[in-house]
């Protein structure tokens, strides 16, 4: 009698045990290699730009950065981008975290004021707010139109432009509100500056 309930035990637990472990690899194998290769596989044909980190690259082939990630810009030629958390490294984008009432954030804020009023030649008053502040990721790679204005003075001069003929390539990269409801008027950067170096080589 004990036997037979034990045999019964076995061929039950046998039964529990082996479809629970059938559906735990359809789980791993399904949906976490076989789902991810195709949605990969399926994205990369569909929207390889996109997929590739959408990297913006010159005339010979080398990548100059990516049209979703802030970069600096050296000199006084080129658009200045949102100040980063992260010193513009992908590998570490991150904010500050600081809150308002952190006197550490005030004086940033406060050095970032000073240093845009001295580089553009404008009011403290006048300053955007997001050229001395930095984004929740340390990598945004757009600037609000009032930040990319105040700068227009200073790269035509650089260039030795007319603020009229800057104002024509900032215009042409000015992008509305996402399907004319989300979001803000913006203006990314990295593609500003490139226009503005194509501009220069135009005949």
């Not at 949102?82 to 406060?110: E, H, T």
């Not at 930040?147 to 215009?171: L, M």
Request: no cysteine; glycine share 10%.
């Amino acid at each position: 009698m004990n036997t037979s309930v034990k045999t019964s035990s076995r061929a039950a637990g046998n039964t529990l045990w082996r479809p629970a472990v059938g559906l735990s690899l359809f789980g791993l194998l399904g949906t976490g290699l076989v789902y991810a290769v195709l949605a990969t596989g399926l994205a990369g044909a569909l929207f390889p730009d996109q997929a590739d980190g959408s990297l913006i690259r010159d005339a010979h082939g080398r990548i100059r950065g990516s049209q979703h990630l802030a970069q600096p810009f050296v000199g006084d030629g080129y658009f200045q981008a949102r100040p980063s958390a992260a010193n513009y490294d992908p590998m570490a984008a991150a904010g500050s975290n600081m809150a308002r009432s952190n006197p550490d954030l005030a004086k940033r804020v406060s050095e970032a004021t000073a240093a845009v009023v001295a580089r553009e030649n404008i009011r403290p008053a006048d300053v955007p707010g997001d050229l001395v502040t930095q984004s929740g990721s340390g990598l945004d790679p757009e600037l609000s139109p009032a930040a990319v204005q105040v700068q227009v003075r200073r790269v035509a001069a650089a260039r030795n432009w007319s603020q009229a003929r800057v104002q024509a390539v900032v215009d042409a990269q000015l992008q509305g509100r996402q399907w004319g409801v989300f979001g803000q008027p913006r203006v990314n950067v990295l593609a500003l500056n490139r226009a503005l170096d194509h501009d220069s080589h135009a005949p």
